[in-house]
C-alpha cells in the first residue's frame, strides 16, 4: 500500500531509475556457475556494480582503478526492506542480480554538475551512482602514515656479579629479559633470564645465562625492547622501524608493551638491536596504515584512489580499521609505505569513467537517459 500523495506533477514522470529507457539492443554480463548475487548490504538498482573476486557476488562499490562490470536494471527484483517504507530499490544480500554492459537506461544524477547531452558518465566507487562529466570529488584530508619518535634501546648501569646473580645500580635505561649485556667482567654472549628483586626494568638483581665477575663495573645491555618517549603519529604493531644507531635493519614492530596506544610506550621489535642506544632521535615507523586526523571535506570510502606526500603511487582504500565510519580514523591502504609520511594533503578519487554518455539533458537529482551505444 502506498502512502498519502503527497504533490501532484504537471507530466507523469518519465520513469524510475534503472528503467530501460529505450527498446534498443541490449546485452548482459555472462555469469559463471551460482552468479550473480548481491553481496553484504544488498545492491541498489539504477546504480553501477561491481563483481567481487569470487566471481559471483556483485557489490555497489568498487576499487580503482576498476571500471563497474555493469548496471543493475529494474525488473522489480527490488524490496522494501525499511518499516514503514513507501519503496525501496535495494535487492537483498543473496539474491540474483542481472548486470547489463551494453543498453540505453534510465539513472539519477548525483554531484554537482547537471546532464547535458553527449557528456561523459562516471560511476563511483562508493555507491554506483553517476556523476557527469568527471569522476566524484571524493575527499580531502590530513593524514599521515607511520611515525617518528625518540627514544632508547637497552641501559646503562653500573654492576656487580656473583655467579649468575648480576646485581645492578645506577641504572639509566630499561632492562629486559632477554637483553644481551656488555661490560668488563661479563663474558660475551651473555644475557639477562629473569629479575629476582628491585624496580621492574629498573636497579635490582638478575639472573643471567652466564657467570659474571664484575665488580662495580659500568655496562650496558640491549635487546628487542624500544621505549618510546616521545611519539608524533601513531606506532603500530606491524610497522616497519628505521633510524636510530643499533636498530635492527628491517625490524617491524611485534608488541606494545605499556603506554598510551600507538603513542609514548615500551615496545618488542621483531629482531635485537645491536647496541645499547641512550637517546636516539628520527626513530620512524611505516606500514599500510592511515591515520586520518583531520577531513577537510568529503567522505572515504573503501575501494577510493588515494594520493599525498608520502602516499605510495597507485594505493586505494583497502578498509578502515577504526574511527568514525568515513571520517577521522585509521585506514588500511593497498600498498604499504617505505617511509614515515609526516601530516600531509591527501585527495581522494571518487569514480570512473565508464562506457556510458548522457543521451538527455537533466538537473542535478533527476533522471537522465545513459546509453553505451554511439
Same mark, same amino acid.
Given at each position: ?58 557489490? @555497489?562499490?568498487?576499487?580503482?582503478? @576498476? ?33 547489463? =554492459? ?7 544524477? !548525483? $554531484? ?20 557527469? $562529466? ?11 602514515? $607511520? ?25 639509566? /635505561? ?5 637483553? =644481551? ?34 665488580? /662495580? ?90 594520493? $599525498?606526500? !608520502? ?38 578519487? !571518487? ?24
Amino acid at each position: 500500500m502506498s502512502g498519502f500523495q503527497k504533490q501532484v506533477n504537471m507530466t507523469p514522470a518519465p520513469a524510475i531509475a534503472g528503467d530501460f529507457a529505450s527498446s534498443n539492443p541490449r546485452t548482459t554480463v555472462l555469469a559463471g556457475p551460482g552468479g550473480f548475487v548481491a553481496g553484504t548490504a544488498g545492491v541498489a538498482t539504477g546504480h553501477f556494480a561491481w563483481i567481487g573476486e569470487d566471481s559471483v557476488t556483485v557489490y @555497489n562499490h568498487g576499487t580503482a582503478t @576498476n571500471s563497474p562490470a555493469g548496471f543493475v536494471h529494474r525488473e522489480q527484483q527490488a524490496l522494501i526492506q525499511t518499516y514503514l517504507a513507501e519503496y525501496g530499490n535495494n535487492v537483498p544480500a543473496g539474491f540474483f542480480v542481472t548486470l547489463h =554492459n551494453e543498453g540505453d537506461f534510465w539513472a539519477t544524477v !548525483g $554531484g554537482s554538475t547537471a546532464a547535458t547531452l553527449g557528456a561523459a558518465v562516471y560511476a563511483n566507487y562508493s555507491d554506483g551512482g553517476i556523476t557527469i $562529466g568527471s569522476a566524484a570529488t571524493g575527499a580531502t584530508v590530513t593524514a599521515s602514515i $607511520g611515525s617518528t619518535s625518540t627514544g632508547s634501546l637497552g641501559a646503562t648501569f653500573s654492576c656487580t656479579g656473583a655467579d649468575i646473580l648480576l646485581t645492578i645500580t645506577g641504572c639509566t /635505561g630499561l632492562l629486559s629479559v632477554g637483553d =644481551n649485556i656488555v661490560g668488563t667482567g661479563i663474558p660475551a654472549d651473555t644475557v639477562i633470564l629473569s629479575q629476582t628483586s628491585g624496580s621492574t626494568g629498573g636497579n635490582g638483581t638478575y639472573v643471567t645465562s652466564k657467570a659474571t665477575t664484575a665488580s /662495580g663495573a659500568t655496562a650496558t645491555s640491549y635487546g628487542n625492547v624500544y621505549k618510546a618517549t616521545s611519539v608524533t603519529g601513531l606506532i603500530s604493531i606491524g610497522d616497519t622501524i628505521s633510524g636510530g644507531a643499533g636498530f635492527p635493519v628491517g625490524a617491524t614492530i611485534a608488541t606494545q608493551v605499556s603506554g598510551s596506544a600507538g603513542s609514548a610506550g615500551v615496545y618488542t621489535l621483531s629482531d635485537s638491536g645491536t647496541a645499547y642506544t641512550a637517546s636516539a632521535s628520527g626513530v620512524t615507523t611505516f606500514s599500510d596504515l592511515l591515520d586520518v586526523t583531520a577531513v577537510l571535506s568529503g567522505t572515504l570510502y573503501a575501494g577510493e584512489a588515494i594520493s $599525498g606526500s !608520502g602516499v605510495p603511487s597507485g594505493s586505494v582504500i583497502s578498509s578502515q580499521v577504526s574511527g568514525a565510519t568515513g571520517g577521522v580514523g585509521v585506514y588500511r591502504i593497498s600498498i604499504a609505505a617505505t617511509a614515515y609520511a609526516a601530516g600531509t594533503t591527501v585527495t581522494v578519487v !571518487g569514480g570512473v569513467l565508464t562506457n556510458f554518455k548522457c543521451k538527455s539533458a537533466a538537473a542535478v537529482g533527476e533522471l537522465v537517459k545513459i546509453s553505451s551505444w554511439s
